[in-house]
């Protein structure tokens, strides 16, 4: 497998941002966002779904996080899709549960070629630290429509609601990472015997 590591970067009259992936990473993050409580979530994608992760961005935060929390996901996917290429050799599904305390999620990607999204998290707050919770369905939206994966995001029970966005968070990182390993199928496989699978 080719290495699989990508920069992008994305300027609009709002923002400025840009991020660096390695998928074969070894959760090393680093993140000037100027929004502390998604720069924390961000850092349990790197850290549970072994990705290096580095996100730059300038936005028009004196307004509010929205434009900076959608374009940081758009260019999210952006750089997930160059990395991962043309997807040869992966597993392309995966899933996760991740358990906080009182809190349960589910995430599952398909790394299927086609944006689609399912996010079922019924926040029991409007916002954490000062983040509006609703911004993290903009992030994934974004991620979705520019990595080109399809994404069940399902907060099954949980009453803080840190607890709830870190558990989606741990399980989208830990979704990714079993998502984007050698598929061991197809170890060994040469063309005349592909078609026995």
């Known amino acids: 497998m080719n290495e699989r590591k990508a920069t992008i970067s994305r300027n609009t009259l709002e923002t400025q941002i840009t ?4 998928l074969d990473g070894t959760g090393k993050s680093h993140f000037e966002t100027g929004v ?3 720069d924390h ?31 940081i996901g758009i260019t999210m996917g952006q750089a997930f899709a160059e990395a991962v290429g043309d997807k040869k050799g992966i597993t392309r599904y995966g899933h996760a ?11 599952v990607i398909d790394f299927s070629g086609r944006a689609g999204l399912e996010y079922h998290v019924p926040y029991t707050r409007g916002s954490v630290g000062g983040f509006d919770v609703d911004l993290f369905s903009e992030f994934f939206h974004g991620f979705v429509n520019h990595a080109k994966v399809t994404l069940h995001i399902d ?4 009453k803080n609601t840190h607890h709830q966005a870190e558990t989606v968070f741990k399980a989208f990182g830990r979704a990714l990472r079993m998502a984007l390993q050698p598929d061991e199928r197809m170890a060994g496989i040469t063309p005349s015997t592909k078609g026995s699978l």
């Open 36 to 38: 502390p409580f998604l």
């Open 155 to 158: 907060n099954l029970r949980g």
């Open 19 to 22: 991020v660096t992936v390695n």
């Open 41 to 71: 979530m961000m850092d349990q994608i790197s850290r549970h779904g072994l990705i290096d992760l580095d996100v730059h961005a300038v936005g028009d935060l004196h307004i509010d996080a929205h434009h900076t929390v959608e374009d």
């Open 97 to 107: 549960y991740v358990p906080l305390d009182e809190a349960l999620s589910r995430v």
